[in-house]
């Protein structure tokens, strides 16, 4: 029943906004904005919103667009202004109300809550009563919150987490023994939920209640999953008094009814929906590390990877998730394709953690398929950076056991072959398959055209080397393979502009002396110096 109320003030707070006539004199505006945010893409969605709305100001379509854009990335003093004027030009929006609370909440205006809520501006019950028991708090009347906090106990289906709330204020305040009795009543039927479990753990060492806090988390958990819980165990274990920081205040109390409300809906609600709220909740508790997190993996499943990068890089290294996170950071890096900031990613935590990759395909679900060929992935790039090669070939061909046609990793293997002569017809299969996956990207046709090239086969890698460049215009490695193909078909003034475009664009140290060198020499020259062989189809005229 719960859930359902709450996905009823979803839909209401979606469809309440409905677009009104309007003449839209920036109807290309309009247009974008709407695509972009069918397509997730709340920066673009927010600047094509603003934009139309400069056109037409009072339309509540235009309102609600901009301000769950920005809402979406969590811009919050781009969103607040939006929400005020849609509640002052009485435009009623769910989303808007959820931002003037999480506002109001963050600047301790508990007056202003109040004032709100009694004035109609209502989000849900079950958030609203919530919240009402917060702001009492944050009023310094603990016996209003408590009024507030029973009387979510008490409505239908809202038990549980009326009794969370009312547990984390009261050890809030100092008052552990009446914590320690509410969560009793809350885990009467096993444990609530993850971080009341923890909660619970804090409250019975500030107890002096150790062991039984050891019992609470063993019951809870797989102690060796969760970063967070293994940090409290060994404290605990250490007979040390673990304080009670689940909330610090009645503003991370609101941050924690935000999370919550994220665990209620996103199994079976719209991501960008649940986005919100995961959204307000690292905006009321920036140490909030599990809204961080979950926060990245919406944006993950949203298809937003540079926002979930920048959500999981945000969790400080001391924190004990921090691994989880970085993890997580160099999965996206690598969804995202961009495989060499993921491989920067992957070598420095392999250097700050060095049982990090291991430990994290032993906690992987066997059954998570794209989990491990990521984590796999990840190793592989390190150990090969490291210059472990068997390492690296063994994770390389793991991660291709399990997802044979994953273009990244057939390119990345094929492309390390070829660089290390060897397997090269193995290195052209898995290189065309990769190319025949993802056709119009640069570093996999690069791939083809160079594998080609050492292949002998000099006339065919022409057109993937132009074609590779064409879609990596500025990059130096690829700049300079064109004007190695160049050269091997003897059209060496276009090899001397090549390389000239790859010097340009700033390669690193040691492939820019080694252009340099074939600017002065020529390459048949450079490869005997280097002990190899000259490109047996390359003329020796100027």
């Known amino acids: ?39 997730n893409d709340y920066q673009s969605a927010a600047g094509y919103f603003t934009k139309a709305l400069m056109s037409d100001p009072q339309n509540p379509f235009l309102m609600e667009g901009a301000m769950a854009s920005y809402l979406s990335l969590g811009a919050m003093d781009q969103a607040v202004p939006i929400a005020r004027s849609m509640r002052e030009t009485g435009i009623e929006s769910q989303i808007a109300h959820l931002a003037l ?68 204020a009261l050890a809030l305040v100092g008052d552990f023994e009446a914590a320690e009795e509410t969560f009793r009543a809350l885990n009467d039927r096993g444990a609530f939920s993850a971080r009341a479990a923890i909660a619970h753990a804090q409250v019975l060492s500030q107890l002096d209640r150790n062991d039984e806090a050891r019992d609470i988390l063993t019951a809870a958990f797989n102690v060796d999953q969760a970063p967070l819980v293994r940090d409290i165990t060994s404290r605990l274990e250490a007979d040390e008094s673990v304080p009670f920081d689940i909330v610090d205040s009645p503003r991370a109390g609101v941050a924690e009814v935000m999370f919550m409300i994220v665990n209620v809906l996103q199994d079976d609600t719209p991501d960008g929906y649940v986005l919100h709220y995961a959204r307000l909740a690292e905006y009321l508790d920036p140490s909030h590390t ?61 250097r700050d953690f060095p049982d990090t990759w291991g430990r994290a395909l032993d906690l992987i679900d066997a059954d998570n398929g794209p989990g491990r060929v990521s984590l796999y992935f990840a190793r592989a790039i390190t150990s090969h950076t490291l210059d472990d090669w068997p390492e690296a070939e063994a994770d390389f061909r793991a991660a291709l056991e399990i997802m044979p046609s994953n273009a990244g990793v057939l390119n990345y293997l ?114 005997s110096e280097e002990g190899r062989a000259p490109l047996t189809v390359a003329d020796d005229s100027p």
Do not use: C
């Open 1 to 39: 029943m719960l859930k359902t109320t709450i996905r009823a003030a979803a839909l209401i707070g979606a469809l309440g906004a409905a677009p009104v006539a309007s003449a839209d004199p920036a109807p290309g505006a309009y247009l974008a904005a709407r695509q972009a945010a069918a397509a």
């Open 101 to 168: 609370l999480g506002h109001d909440a963050a600047s301790d205006n508990w007056d202003a809550i109040f004032n709100s809520l009694e004035e109609g501006h209502e989000v849900s019950p079950l958030v609203d009563g919530l919240v009402q028991g917060w702001a009492a708090l944050g009023q310094g009347a603990m016996d209003r919150a408590v009024v507030n906090f029973d009387s979510v106990i008490e409505a239908e289906g809202m038990r549980g987490y009326g009794l969370y709330h009312k547990a984390l």
């Open 290 to 350: 599990e809204a961080l997190i979950v926060t990245a993996a919406l944006l993950e499943r949203l298809g937003r990877y540079d926002l979930a990068g920048e959500a999981f890089a945000r969790v400080p290294k001391e924190d004990p998730a921090y691994q989880a996170a970085e993890i997580g950071r160099i999965d996206v890096l690598y969804r995202a394709d961009r495989l060499e900031a993921a491989s920067e990613a992957a070598q420095a935590l392999a």
């Open 414 to 527: 094929g492309y390390s072959l070829v660089e290390r002569g060897e397997n090269l017809d193995e290195a052209l299969d898995m290189i065309e398959r990769a190319a025949a996956a993802q056709p119009d990207n640069g570093a996999i046709i690069d791939s083809l055209g160079w594998v080609l090239f050492k292949l002998g086969d000099y006339e065919e890698a022409v057109g993937y080397m132009e074609h590779a460049v064409t879609l990596e215009a500025v990059d130096p490695i690829v700049n300079d393979h064109l004007g190695d193909v160049y050269w091997a078909v003897g059209r060496k003034t276009e090899a001397h502009f090549q390389w000239k475009r790859a010097l340009s664009f700033g390669p690193e140290p040691e492939l820019a002396d080694r252009i340099k060198r074939k600017l002065e020499i020529g390459l048949d020259a450079v490869l």
